[in-house]
């Protein structure tokens, strides 16, 4: 059975230091389970919670400067190699309240993914369709320019070597989905994760690709049954302890006939 990951994205969350320590505290009975956890938190955050975190849970940033990979007259801008040096071992990349909020480009994106690949980040390249494209039946069109992203990286003359490629996950989130209760059902995000490995395939990339979009404890033992989910990007959930430890059990226990 493939590798199967649960990622935290705690977002502009929590509001204070301590509580931040005490979520990545909370974590520390998961880190033996049969899948990869991470969580991403804000990055004032970070240093405290790489320490509160038990070794094994894998620890990852929610942005990075395109404008460099190390160092530079960037005001505000964090790099990829700072945040290497602090300890993250990825970074989201193209999370869709980043492309929304803050105008971000595919070739703002390509320049991130370039970076962080450069200062040994891997990344997690987060893609997926909003709610109009959704309805008018683009979802494929999208996912497909969002991945054109990827395949001039394949191609580039200096991100051939494949441990680049070894450092890419995908993360297919619906706009539609995040944050709101809705979700598409399996067998509609596996045709999907179907439809993404195919692209991927045909720049000869594969990568492993997670689900995210209102994954909570409820709904996630169905999707931890499908091969063709190799894991979850979760939101809201991941702020609860409770929640996204169950989360993390089904995931590393997806067979299991309880649930
Ligand atoms: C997200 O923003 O990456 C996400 C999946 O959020 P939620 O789980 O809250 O829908």
Redesign the pocket.
């Known amino acids: 059975m493939s590798q199967k990951y649960v990622i935290g994205?705690w977002?502009l969350n929590p509001a204070t230091l301590s509580d931040a320590i005490a979520l990545a505290t909370s974590l520390n009975n998961s880190k033996d389970q049969g899948c990869t956890v991470g969580v991403v938190p804000a990055l004032v955050h970070l240093s405290a919670v790489k320490n509160a975190l038990a070794d094994g849970i894998i620890l990852g940033v929610q942005d990075i400067t395109h404008k460099t990979a190390d160092t530079g007259a960037f005001t505000g801008d964090v790099s990829a190699c700072q945040v290497a040096k602090m300890g993250a071992g990825f970074t989201l990349i193209g999370?869709s309240?980043r492309r929304q909020h803050h105008g971000e480009t595919e070739e703002i994106l390509s320049a991130k993914i370039n970076h962080a690949l450069t200062c040994g980040l891997s990344v997690i390249y987060c893609i997926g369709e909003s709610q109009d494209e959704h309805e008018r039946g683009e979802t494929f069109g999208t996912l497909k320019n969002q991945l054109a992203t990827l395949q001039s990286l394949a191609q580039s003359s200096t991100r051939t070597d494949s441990t680049d490629i070894a450092r890419l996950i995908i993360a297919y989130?619906p706009v539609w989905?995040?944050?709101t209760g809705l979700t598409p059902t399996p067998d509609d995000i596996e045709k999907t994760h179907r439809f993404i490995k195919d692209e991927l395939s045909a720049f000869g990339m594969t990568a492993p690709i997670l689900y995210?979009?209102?994954?909570n404890d409820k709904n996630a033992p169905q999707f931890a049954k499908s091969e063709l989910i190799d894991g979850v990007?979760?939101?809201?959930?991941s702020l609860k302890s409770e929640h996204f430890n169950a989360i993390i059990d089904a995931f590393a226990n997806p067979s299991n006939p309880s649930k």
């Open positions: 994205n977002k999370h309240e989130e989905a995040i944050g995210g979009g209102s994954v990007l979760v939101g809201g959930a």
